[in-house]
């Protein structure tokens, strides 16, 4: 964790700019969101019932160490504080999730009902974007708790109609799963309301994350 934090320090620091043309949800806006690597399919859908809040259904499948993983959970979003400045913005976010999870490993599978909460902090600008989560999740004597840790800057600044690309470091880490942190270079592009990611990791790992506000 030390280096995650170090890494995540010194990308935080290597820009200072203006407020990063994110998409946003707004009020009655539905967002819809896939992420996909190897060992990692994710698909969700949430409504914003309003600027603060959304509600929302996820399924995910995830595998590693001799675990194979499906879920399907509700969701609440809230954000519990922003901050806005003339040249950045910072969020707090919690993410409540409620579900069932199977679990499979060494031929035996085990189902469980699990609580998930998440705490979210990112901080932007129009040339540089940093972000720590961590999940806890717990499933019967499993321990699936996630770290995901991000920075990186845009190549340029670019307005809401223009897209802009963006070199993003990721690192996660989930608990059961993973041996070792993983860390994957990826591209970024934004425009308007789409949002996608593309990225390899450098154990080879190629990931796509692509979402759309509507």
């Known amino acids: 964790m030390n280096k995650l934090y170090f890494i995540f320090i010194l990308l935080l620091a290597a820009h200072q700019s203006m407020i990063h043309a994110a998409p946003m949800s707004f009020k009655g806006s539905t967002t819809s969101m896939t992420q996909a690597s190897k060992n990692y399919f994710s698909i969700e859908s949430s409504y914003a019932s309003s600027i603060k ?8 499948r995830a595998k590693g160490n001799g675990y ?8 609440y979003l809230r954000k519990l504080m922003r901050k806005n ?9 919690l993410f409540a999730g409620a579900g069932f999870i199977g679990i499979k490993k060494n031929n035996i599978k085990e189902h469980h009902v ?30 699936f708790d996630a770290t995901k840790i991000e ?3 845009s190549f340029y600044a670019a ?8 070199f993003i470091l990721k690192t996660k880490n989930i608990n059961s799963l993973n041996n ?4 994957t270079p990826t591209l970024r592009l934004i ?13 080879g790992d190629a990931s796509f994350h692509f979402m759309y506000t509507f």
């Open 53 to 60: 809040e959304s509600f929302g259904v996820k399924t995910v």
């Open 68 to 75: 194979d993983t499906t879920s399907g959970e509700i969701f």
């Open 85 to 93: 400045t003339i040249n950045s913005q910072a969020n707090l976010w």
């Open 114 to 143: 699990y609580l998930s909460p998440i705490l979210q902090f990112d901080y932007e600008t129009k040339r540089m974007y940093g972000m720590v989560s961590h999940q806890v999740l717990r499933a019967g004597h499993e321990n």
């Open 151 to 153: 920075g990186g800057f």
């Open 159 to 166: 307005g809401y109609t223009e897209i802009q690309p963006w």
């Open 180 to 183: 070792k942190i993983k860390y």
């Open 191 to 203: 425009n308007k309301s789409i949002f996608m990611d593309v990225g390899v990791s450098t154990d």
